[in-house]
């Protein structure tokens, strides 16, 4: 909402599961987690697998990362996998690969430990296995995150129109929204699909 060219707050409707016609949902606090993407690329350091050896640095260096990074999950983080390659091209056994991953965070303070531990990692699995780890990570959006203001005064224009207030818990998915959410008050809520038409009297307020 903008008066006189100053915006003064910022609204977000969105399709919400499991929601009924005569409901919104709303959600005090985190909404959306925020997002990085992690691309961690593997080399050998040998010139050469020789034809005879039976296992590749590179693949065990591989599969040891992806647990480990599935290991860094909790309440508060949840990382996927998305792509991984592994390729043997001119050699019996791949001499590089790389992995594709997303990280989602409730908290920041979650966020910047988890890609501490990632770098951890990264040292102790050159060492292990002798291979070099390349990590390019690019921060995508940040947590969306309601202002308490606006979640009492949304709650009220819905009771007011007859709606049901329902609490929603913070979802692992990410919006661009969130950079909204940094530099005004925000709010972000869940309404039925079908509930489109009949939603538009919220909408207006």
């Known amino acids: 909402r903008t008066i006189a060219c100053e915006t003064i707050g910022c609204i977000m409707p969105m399709l919400g599961d499991g929601l009924l016609p005569e409901q919104i949902g709303l959600s005090c606090g985190k909404v959306l987690a925020s997002r990085d993407e992690l691309k961690i690329t593997l080399t050998s350091n040998l010139a050469y697998?020789?034809?005879l050896?039976?296992?590749?640095?590179?693949?065990?260096?591989?599969?040891?990362?992806?647990?480990?990074?599935?290991?860094?999950?909790?309440?508060?983080c949840k990382i996927q996998i998305r792509n991984v390659v592994a390729q043997s091209v001119d050699t019996p056994?791949?001499?590089?690969?790389?992995?594709?991953?997303?990280?989602?965070?409730?908290?920041?303070?979650?966020?910047s430990s988890v890609m501490?531990?990632?770098?951890?990692?990264?040292?102790?699995?050159?060492?292990?296995?002798e291979v070099a780890l390349d990590a390019v990570s690019k921060a995508c959006e940040p947590c969306v995150e309601n202002d308490?203001?606006?979640?009492g005064k949304a709650a009220t224009v819905a009771h007011s129109a007859d709606y049901?207030?329902?609490?929603?818990?913070?979802?692992?998915?990410?919006?661009?929204f969130g950079y909204l959410s940094r530099q005004f008050p925000s709010l972000m809520y869940y309404y039925c699909g079908d509930a489109l038409d009949t939603n538009s009297e919220f909408l207006r307020s």
């Open 49 to 51: 697998e020789s034809p």
């Open 53 to 76: 050896c039976d296992k590749s640095q590179v693949v065990e260096a591989l599969a040891d990362l992806m647990m480990r990074l599935k290991g860094l999950e909790s309440e508060d």
């Open 93 to 111: 056994l791949p001499l590089n690969a790389s992995i594709e991953s997303g990280i989602y965070c409730l908290k920041d303070g979650v966020r």
């Open 116 to 129: 501490q531990m990632i770098n951890n990692t990264i040292t102790e699995l050159e060492y292990k296995y």
């Open 148 to 151: 308490s203001e606006l979640i």
């Open 164 to 176: 049901q207030v329902q609490e929603c818990e913070a979802l692992f998915a990410s919006h661009r």
